[in-house]
C-alpha cells in the first residue's frame, strides 16, 4: 500500500479541528508540533490576513487513496479563510514500517 505524509500548519489551538475533520474521512491519527511562524509583513497583505505566530503542525499519515478527501476535509474546515488560517500539503513517502498492514522487518540473514 502506498501512503502520502500530510502536513498542515494552523494558528494554535486549532489542531484539534485538523485531526476530527481528517478522521471524519478515514484518518487514523497524527502528530503535533508546536512551532512559530516566520512570515512578514508582505505576507500579511498579500493573504489578507493577520498572522498568529503561534503555530501547530499536523502530520497525519495516510493511505494514498484518502489523501485527496483529507485535504479538502481540511481545508474546509481550518483553511486560509478560517479563524484556523492553515495551509496543507501533502508528500508522497517511499517506506512506511510500523503500522499495521505494512510489511514485517526482513528476516535477518543466516
Given at each position: 500500500m502506498n501512503y502520502e505524509l500530510i502536513v498542515c500548519i494552523v494558528n494554535a489551538g486549532y489542531s484539534e479541528l485538523v485531526m476530527d475533520s481528517a478522521k471524519e474521512v478515514g484518518a487514523r491519527g497524527?502528530?503535533?508540533?508546536?512551532?512559530k511562524g516566520t512570515a512578514n509583513k508582505e505576507a500579511e497583505q498579500f493573504?489578507?490576513?493577520?498572522?498568529?505566530p503561534d503555530k501547530e503542525m499536523v502530520m497525519i499519515l495516510v493511505p494514498e487513496d484518502i489523501?485527496?478527501?483529507v485535504l479538502h476535509a481540511?481545508?474546509?474546515?481550518?483553511?486560509l479563510k478560517t479563524e484556523g488560517q492553515g495551509i496543507a500539503f501533502s508528500m508522497g513517502v517511499s517506506n512506511v514500517v510500523g503500522l499495521s498492514g505494512t510489511p514485517a522487518e526482513p528476516e535477518e540473514q543466516k
Open positions: 497524527g502528530t503535533v508540533i508546536h512551532a493573504f489578507k490576513i493577520t498572522i498568529q489523501k485527496d478527501s481540511i481545508y474546509k474546515s481550518a483553511g
